[in-house]
């Protein structure tokens, strides 16, 4: 008897201890679910839309070819030149920065571009952009050239030797995009530079935190920080933009600040440092960067935007508005409505001026510089943002 009713106790604690069990494991799948769904969000929020829109699993559909060329690598529809050519209109998952047909583009107004300009305008000129492989052949002018790509110093990109015949790729240790590393040639590979970016991209909502690899570094542009603007600029005003992480001062070869600067000078390294450019003292021997305007706040430049001939463009309608096609960087990465109000909100960057693919104007430029006559403003004619009394 006595044996009997330990039995019966066991068991009714067995019983306890598995529905206990139970509702443990079954509170912890429902955790870690939430945590997921949490994390794919995070992860995913700009890889949306169907699978479809970038694989195939046999590049085949109705007896007709999906992809002239493929199948790609990874079941993917194309590379990246042909994933990413096509016409912005608002509700495309896939940004596009190359078009087969001039795309809209007014300076201070309405586009169709998105904030790295488009690679068609280079098909038109080698002078209006990056001469990209597989877009547009090797500029001329600069095919085997001792310095290329022009001004390059490789202390900025780990040390490496850039080929005088090596053309510009889209990622990689030749390119802007994806992972760089000296003597690694398997980087020399757009697609292995990139490869997993996608699927794990963390859409940056703080402009000062660390990128840890591709997928977490500012449009997969490695080691970069700032904050990535929804639509990548396709609608544009002072409230909704990119928010460019810049340092003052020129920044350190091999030592990465993360700053959007510091990107450009991993290609154009004399343009930026001190060294060879003269670029961070009075006379100024080349248009400054990594400057802060709030030092010559006093200046014309306190002027900013300059409302006279900016006012209505993109939402500028006051003195120190942030004017979206002529960007300044701030220490923060920020998106800032106004700039020109502290210390470091108001960096001069590269881009500024240029525009990172391709744009209808000469050496990139946001703007057509013939247009700008000193003595007589015009709208068309970005420098007058910061030079308001010429």
Known sequence: ???????????????????????????????FMFLGLFINVKIGKALSGPCSDCHTMHNSQNGQTVVSGGPYRALTTGDCVICHTGTNNGTNNIPYVNSESAPTYNFGGERNTLAGGNFYWVTQDDTYGHNVEGIVDFDPNFLGATSYPPGY???YRDGMTW???????????????????????????????ISGAHHKNVTRDDGTADPTDVYDSYRFLYGIKGIEDSDREYTLSKDDHNGYYAEEGPPTPGSNSGSINYLCAECHGQFHNGTYSS?????????????????????????????????????????YDYFADVPVGNTQGAVLSQVLKNSGDAIVLCISCHRAHATPNADILRWDYSTCQAGDQTADCGCFACHTSK
């Open 153 to 155: 110093l490789a202390d």
């Open 279 to 319: 670029n961070y003292q009075s006379p100024w021997l080349r248009h400054p960067t990594d400057y802060d305007m709030n030092n010559v706040k006093s200046k014309e430049y306190g002027d900013y935007p300059n409302i006279d001939i900016f006012s209505g463009k993109l939402g500028v309608s006051a003195q």
């Open 1 to 31: 008897m006595v044996i009997l009713n330990i039995r019966k106790v066991l068991k009714k604690e067995v019983k306890k201890m598995v529905g206990r069990k139970f509702i443990y494991l079954f509170l912890c799948s429902l955790i």
């Open 163 to 193: 080929p005088s015949d090596q053309p510009v790729t889209c990622a990689g240790n030749y390119g802007c995009h994806g992972k760089f590393e000296s003597g690694n040639t398997t980087l020399n590979d757009p697609f292995a530079a």
